[in-house]
């Protein structure tokens, strides 16, 4: 059996392994390299997160104008439809619904001229119906959407029984009003709103 003395056990409880001290650290180490990698990610973080909300915002803009156009589109169809369409018989109904469907400068002109209408209307037994035969949107804006429509009419009256059909551009000119799309002006090619 070998026998084990005191001088041959370390004394300080390593293995035998011998590990090399740590070196002295220089002076202009590159101690400044962390802390500045984690400033330039920091500020590249930020940036791509201003760069992600301003894009965000955009995004949420143009969704909001297309909201905006699809809707006011559909009100200027109808409005056309409205506008277009009239009888003898139901004029002071035709009449408040196109009031009903308009306003500002149109709806004040509109107004100033509908008695005189009214009465070529009835005397002359008018009946017209419009179809809107194509429609899109020329501009738009969260509250303020421009449409260009093409509209087939047809007029009859007491001198001429046989409907006659005609097609006009109109440009209508809609406007968001606690919380409906409304004409805020009509305007014929050649002729004004």
């Known amino acids: 059996m070998t026998d084990i003395r005191d001088d041959d056990v370390d004394s300080d409880g390593d293995d035998g392994e011998s590990v090399a001290p740590e070196a002295p650290k220089a002076k202009g180490d590159n101690n400044w390299i962390r802390p500045l990698l984690r400033w330039a990610g920091a500020v590249v973080f930020v940036a791509v997160l201003a760069v992600a909300g301003f894009e965000g915002w955009m995004l949420l803009r143009q969704h909001q104008r297309d909201v905006a156009a699809s809707q006011a589109l559909n009100a200027a169809r109808d409005f056309a439809v409205t506008l277009t369409s009239a009888d003898a018989a139901t004029v002071d109904q035709d009449f408040a619904n196109i009031l009903d469907g308009a306003t500002g400068d149109f709806k004040d002109k509109y107004t100033g001229a509908s008695a005189q209408?009214?009465?070529?209307?009835?005397?002359?037994?008018?009946?017209?119906?419009?179809?809107?035969?194509a429609s899109a949107v020329k501009s738009a804006t969260g509250n303020k959407v421009e449409v260009l429509l093409f509209v087939k009419q047809s007029v009859t009256n007491s001198t001429a029984p046989q409907p006659r059909t005609d097609f006009t551009a109109v440009t209508i000119t809609m406007e968001q009003v606690d919380g409906r799309w409304l004409a805020s002006t009509v305007e014929l090619p050649g002729g004004a709103g």
């Open 117 to 133: 209408l009214r009465k070529v209307l009835i005397d002359n037994k008018v009946t017209t119906r419009g179809e809107v035969v």
